[in-house]
């Protein structure tokens, strides 16, 4: 493995590793740490899981809405 390939963990087995790159059937990205706390809200959450994680039910996209606004009250 090239030294600049990106780790799944640092403790990832490279066994494990390789093999689920050998089963990937894609990669996705998501960078949300350009908008500050107090700007992300509902619908904001919302977006992100539906666009991120497609194959989340709304009701699990509710769920962890729920949790991270949580997260951020005061």
């Known amino acids: 493995m090239a030294s600049n ?3 799944f ?21 998501a960078h949300t740490s350009h908008v500050p706390g107090l ?10 899981f539906r666009q991120v994680v497609p ?7 509710e769920h962890r809405v729920s949790r991270r606004l949580q997260h951020q009250a005061p």
């Open 39 to 48: 700007l992300r809200t509902t619908d904001h959450a919302r977006e992100i």
């Open 5 to 7: 390939t990106p780790r």
């Open 9 to 29: 963990h640092p403790q990832t087995p490279d066994s494990l590793e390789a093999e689920l790159e050998h089963h990937a059937t894609g990669l996705r990205s």
């Open 55 to 61: 194959e989340f039910s709304r009701s699990d996209i």
